[in-house]
C-alpha cells in the first residue's frame, strides 16, 4: 500500500466516525472500476475504487477516492 493510500484510508475513517454515530442511518458504496475483478467469480477487488458515504436521503457526507483496493473486512474493523 502507498502512503497515499494511507492517508485516504485515515480520511475515510475520519469521515466515518463524524458521520456515522447515534445509530443514524447510512450507506456505503464502493465505485469500482467496470473491470475490477469484484465482479469475477473471484470477487476480489484489483482497483482503486472511490468511497462514498450517503445519508438516510442520499446526500453525499464525504467522498474518498485513492484509499486502494477494497477489502471485505474494511468495514467490519470499523477503523482502517
Ligand atoms: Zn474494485
Known amino acids: 500500500m502507498t502512503q497515499s493510500n494511507r492517508q485516504a484510508r485515515r480520511a475515510w475513517a475520519a469521515a466515518r466516525r463524524k458521520h456515522i454515530k447515534r445509530g443514524n442511518l447510512y450507506h456505503v458504496e464502493f465505485r469500482h472500476d467496470h473491470d475490477c475483478a469484484i465482479y469475477t467469480p473471484t470477487r476480489?477487488?484489483?482497483c482503486n475504487p472511490d468511497r462514498v458515504l450517503k445519508d438516510d436521503h442520499g446526500r453525499v457526507l464525504a467522498r474518498v477516492k485513492g484509499g486502494g483496493p477494497y477489502s471485505p473486512l474494511e468495514m467490519?474493523?470499523?477503523l482502517l
Do not use: K, R
Open 44 to 46: 476480489l477487488c484489483n
Open 76 to 78: 467490519a474493523e470499523g
